[in-house]
């Protein structure tokens, strides 16, 4: 299997003797809005980008494929399309490199149109082929679209690790109406993975040996953007919700699209993650977990242990209704886990403390830290629950 160099940030930030730097991270234009795909083949020219490789999957294609060929052809661009299969492994990556570099047509751009495990992979094989990268996010689930790394999972969907990229996506275009029509679901997940962002960025922030991804001191603007990203999700987030019911763009809708995608994917990049993530990174070595929930979600019940692992309860409480008031798991057992489950529990949190972010917290954790906190976390998340009900969770779950 074909695999570059690795890319280490630490090598280009850190410097023996030398005080940590910080640094900033984002894609060069980040451009949002209703029918904006339709003008991909006119921002492609900013790249510039001549002959494209589209990576998508077969649904994405009867989905979209024609307004994009479209929109290509008018601008004068080739394109190829490069059928990406659903998980982001080394296999994937590698069988989407081969494919590209087996066509006749010499490509100049990569452009990933779907979710965020197609568009991490589109990440790994423009590195690998020395390519630029555009990301066109038709859900607005997580934060990958704007990083300049991938979360590469092995083909059955456990997390293996993270590679790091030197560039990001040279462009991110995300159509809010094709986001409007997809499944709410995907759209209260990405909640999920954004709320953590604010959390993760001040618990790097402030703690002096936190690291961002970057393995750089976290930036005063990445922690601003994930206290906006918050503040955001708090104000507008059951609306965000709603209209996606109603398959509507909306202010309120605008507003939570770019908090999910923009305002976490810098944040999170250059602010750092810590507890919330690596929970949620833990939880996918069960495959009930993986299988069934979406990253998001496990990443909001990951926040809430983090909250109270830190003795932020108030703030646990405030997430927790959140999470309720979206349809985002409040407890374990909205994960399917029971937490008196010991075996699985603790192999989730003995998973989250293989991942090296979970350092960011301003004490050593370990996995029977993680348990008790996790315990505690269920318990006050079915408080909440209790007390304001699981309507929206049902209705996103189709329960009765």
Request: one cysteine or more; aromatic letters at 6%; glycine letters at 10%.
């Amino acid at each position: 299997m074909h695999q570059p160099p690795p890319f280490q940030p630490e090598s280009v930030y850190q410097h023996p003797g030398a005080a940590l730097p910080q640094v900033l991270a984002a894609p060069s234009r980040y451009i949002q809005g209703a029918g904006v795909l339709d003008q991909l083949g006119t921002y492609l020219g900013l790249v510039p980008a001549r002959r494209v490789a589209l990576l998508i999957t077969a649904g994405g294609e009867r989905r979209e494929g024609l307004r994009i060929k479209r929109s290509l052809d008018a601008a004068g661009i080739e394109s190829r399309v490069v059928s990406f299969g659903g998980e982001c492994s080394f296999e994937e990556i590698e069988r989407g490199v081969v494919a590209i570099r087996s066509q006749p047509l010499a490509v100049d751009c990569l452009v990933a149109v779907g979710g965020g495990k197609c568009i991490d992979a589109g990440k790994g094989i423009a590195f690998r082929l020395g390519l630029p990268m555009v990301s066109c996010p038709s859900l607005a689930s997580n934060d990958a679209p704007c990083s300049g790394l991938t979360v590469i999972y092995t083909p059955a969907g456990v997390t293996e690790l993270l590679e790091f990229y030197p560039q990001n996506p040279v462009l991110v275009v995300v159509d809010t109406q094709v986001v409007a029509e997809a499944p709410v679901r995907y759209l209260v997940s990405g909640m999920g993975d954004a709320l953590a962002t604010w959390y993760e960025a001040r618990t790097c922030l402030q703690n002096p040996p936190g690291r961002s991804m970057l393995g750089a001191r976290p930036t005063l603007a990445a922690a601003a953007l994930g206290e906006l990203c918050a503040n955001t999700l708090f104000a507008d987030g059951v609306a965000a919700a709603k209209a996606v019911y109603e398959r509507q763009v909306t202010p309120a809708l605008e507003h939570v699209i770019e908090a999910n995608t923009l305002l976490s994917g810098v944040g999170f990049e250059s602010g750092g993650l810590a507890g919330a993530h690596a929970v949620a990174q833990g939880l996918t070595v069960l495959p009930q977990l993986h299988a069934i929930y979406m990253h998001g979600e496990m990443v909001a019940t990951g926040l809430l242990t983090q909250l109270v692992l830190e003795s932020q309860l108030e703030e646990a409480k405030r997430v927790a209704g959140f999470c309720a008031a979206v349809g985002l798991p409040a407890h374990y057992g909205q994960l399917s886990l029971k937490v008196s489950n010991r075996d699985d529990m603790m192999a989730a949190m003995m998973g989250a403390t293989a991942m090296a972010f979970l350092q960011n917290e301003p004490f050593p954790v370990t996995a029977n830290m993680l348990m008790e906190a996790a315990v505690a976390a269920d318990e006050l998340g079915r408080a909440v629950v209790a007390e304001v009900g699981d309507e929206a969770y049902r209705r996103l779950h189709h329960q009765r």
